[in-house]
């Protein structure tokens, strides 16, 4: 089975420390994402990565960065953290070719800034 | 771009009855359409998709319809169990890239 494996369930931070949200997963995926989940608004995606070293700007990449420096592994970054940044941190991963169309979840992160 | 509107945003059934969601898209390239069941405190997993040239497809009690013409697809849900109950999401796909519906809470009462 896949496993994508967020290492940090619950986080709590204070507005303007810098916050890392890691992902590893096991499937030796090329592609790798970062969602944010809140109420109403569905999945909304930050940054994804096709390949290691590669990156790009999903809908609200506004406040975040990523770092991918192994294939397995897809960090999220918030430089300084915000209020508004209090959600729900989905990554997720996915292969190429016949399953090429399945994206896997992790459990997600909480994060909350105060 | 790509949109995807999803409805109803919360639906209550009685155990055993059936669920419909319904998701509409707007861009006729979409060529895939899978639907996420998420449970409370956990990622959002697969559990069917149907591609463009198929018009239905049913695994056990829960089947996907779609309709190309009007652009609009459904998950249905038969003789739902409590274990039904979670937030659904729908996507539409255009070149491996995912547009997400803002999912519905399905609840199941007993």
């Known amino acids: 089975d896949v496993k994508v494996t967020q290492s940090s369930r619950y986080l709590v931070k204070r507005t303007g420390e810098k916050v890392f949200l890691e992902c590893v997963q096991d499937?030796?995926?090329?592609?790798m994402f970062w969602y944010r989940q809140d109420p109403g608004l569905g999945l909304r995606l930050i940054y994804f990565?096709?390949?290691?070293?590669?990156?790009e700007k999903g809908d609200i990449p506004e406040g975040y960065s990523v770092s991918r420096e192994k294939k397995e592994r897809f960090s999220l970054i918030l430089e300084s953290a915000s209020t508004n940044q209090t959600s729900m941190y989905l990554c997720a991963s996915r292969g190429t070719g016949s399953s090429g169309n399945t994206i896997y979840f992790g459990e997600g992160s909480w994060l909350t800034v105060v | 771009g790509e949109n995807v509107e999803q409805h109803p945003s919360t639906l209550s059934v009685q155990e055993g009855d059936s669920a419909v969601i319904k998701c509409t898209y707007s861009d006729s390239a979409s060529n895939y359409f899978p639907w996420y069941k998420q449970e409370l405190g956990k990622g959002p997993q697969l559990i069917i998709d149907i591609r463009s040239n198929v018009g239905e497809k049913k695994d056990q009690r829960i089947a996907v319809t779609l309709n190309k013409t009007a652009k609009h697809f459904s998950l249905h849900i038969t003789e739902t169990q409590p274990e039904d109950s979670a937030v659904y999401f729908c996507a539409a796909s255009i070149n491996y890239q995912l547009i997400w519906g803002a999912g519905t809470k399905l609840i199941i009462k007993p």
């Open positions: 499937m030796d995926h090329e592609n």
């Open positions: 990565s096709y390949d290691v070293k590669m990156k």
